[in-house]
């Protein structure tokens, strides 16, 4: 009975071995740019489940290849931390396909970084920055006597370091001075983009200001055209055109996306809500969300600003166009005589472009100017005829002015000019001024003698 229980137990261990996966383990600690030796590697079998992925199950298939990362003791070798089979050995050899082995010298000797490291490159210039290359891999340390140290844990005072960059920056890198450059050391893990206040050092000059007229427009087959104002590593900033009656599909973009409406109206639909939309409409649309658009009546212009530069990509491959039509730039403020919308017009927002205009009366209208039906100024009367001199003595008592009950002149016609001032303090009465009808003599002053005929 307990030979048959030893016999049963051995065949389940057979049973289990045989459903066990081969897997190829690194004997011991494996520097980059090394060729895998076969006493370096080892086999164990490990449950189906518990294998990890892109690892090996004969040593056949490692013994021979170069070490691009380094291997830890008894740990799975994984196919990403080898070259392909018949790369040649050496720093070269441990390159990611499309970069380059550029030395750079420290400005001091240093400890770090090592290899594996991941730096970022950064220029210096005076009190400003720019970065030349970012998550930078450190592939070696070398030391004052040339040696190359290519394992992360062996420590030493580094003259330069070996690091691989891409080929469209690797010459940046080989002509940056040592007192020029700062290496900036990530921590294990962190690809995150750099600081967005720190710019590229190969970024293109950007015009700081610049008036949309000096700015080319794209046109899509659509009709959809846009305006390029301005575009950093950071963000995107243009102009939308879209004809009466257009569309945009409906489409995703890989970033935030803020529209604000100058004209136009129409309707949005962001996710499965859609929205109307008129001028001073602001819109934000949340990265990777479906987005389209349907325009009314009236030629859409809107501002586009993007939370990075990708999405506006598309727009590279559409022709140049022609500067838009008047009726498609920006309103300007009517003009004074413009009437405003009145009760029963549409005020879902048109009339944002109605702005108050203060207007001065005109000091000089002219005719048919359409100033006020107002008299006009009067114009400068000349001087009456002298009245003719009185006959009487001289010792005679001067005449007092006329009483005040003497019938006044009629008045004169709204064409003809104003009744001229009274005449001087004469002996005589003074004439009166010629009127339609002649008016009575006043009767003469008690006590005055009266001129012959």
């Not at 009190?127 to 970012?134: H, I, L, N, R, T």
């Not at 330069?160 to 294990?188: D, F, W, Y």
């Not at 970024?203 to 046109?219: A, F, Y």
Request: proline letters at 17%.
């Amino acid at each position: 009975m307990y030979s048959l229980i030893l016999a049963l137990f051995a065949l389940h261990n057979v049973a289990r071995a045989q459903e066990l996966d081969a897997v190829v383990f690194a004997a011991e600690h494996v520097p980059a740019g090394v060729v895998l030796r076969r006493s370096q590697v080892y086999t164990a079998r490990l449950a189906p489940d518990h294998v990890p992925p892109h690892t090996f199950a004969d040593v056949r298939a490692v013994v021979g290849r170069l070490v691009t990362e380094p291997l830890l003791p008894h740990a799975p070798i994984r196919e990403e931390r080898l070259a392909p089979p018949g790369t040649a050995p050496g720093l070269a050899g441990t390159l990611t396909p499309g970069h380059d082995l550029v030395r750079m010298s420290l400005a001091s000797p240093s400890d770090w970084p090592r290899a594996g490291d991941r730096v970022d490159i950064v220029q210096l210039r005076g009190e400003d920055a720019c970065y030349v290359e970012g998550v930078v891999e450190v592939v070696a340390g070398e030391l004052a006597d040339g040696t190359l140290i290519t394992d992360h844990h062996t420590a030493g005072s580094f003259s330069a370091i070996h690091v691989s960059v891409p080929h469209a920056t690797a010459g940046q890198v080989v002509s940056l001075k040592p007192s020029e450059t700062a290496l900036v050391l990530r921590n294990p893990g962190d690809l995150a983009p750099l600081d967005p206040g720190l710019a590229r050092c190969d970024m293109p000059p950007q015009e700081i200001v610049i008036h949309e007229s000096d700015i080319d427009l794209r046109i899509a087959r659509s009709g959809l055209r846009t305006q390029e104002l301005a575009r950093g590593e950071n963000a995107y900033v243009g102009r939308l055109i879209l004809p009466p009656g257009g569309r945009i599909p409906p489409h995703r973009d890989t970033t935030e996306e803020y529209l604000y409406v100058i004209q136009g109206e129409g309707t949005i639909t962001i996710g499965q809500t859609s929205h109307y939309v008129s001028p001073g409409t602001m819109i934000y649309v949340p990265p990777r969300v479906k987005v389209s658009y349907v325009n009314g009546a009236r030629s859409l212009i809107a501002l586009q600003v993007f939370a990075g530069p990708e999405p506006a990509d598309q727009f590279e491959g559409w022709r140049a166009a022609a500067p838009p039509p008047s009726n498609d730039r920006p309103p300007q403020p009517p003009a004074p005589q413009s009437a405003s919308s009145g009760p029963g017009d549409d005020d879902r927002g048109t009339a944002v472009f109605e702005w108050p205009v203060a207007v001065s009366p005109d000091p000089d209208p002219g005719p048919g100017d359409g100033a006020p039906a107002s008299a006009p100024p009067p114009a400068p009367a000349s001087a009456p005829p002298p009245a003719p001199a009185a006959s009487a003595p001289a010792a005679s008592a001067p005449a007092p002015p006329a009483p005040a009950a003497s019938a006044p002149a009629p008045p004169a016609p709204a064409a003809s000019a104003p009744a001229p001032p009274p005449a001087p303090a004469a002996s005589a009465p003074a004439a009166s001024a010629p009127a339609p009808a002649p008016a009575p003599a006043p009767p003469p002053a008690p006590g005055a003698s009266a001129a012959p005929p």
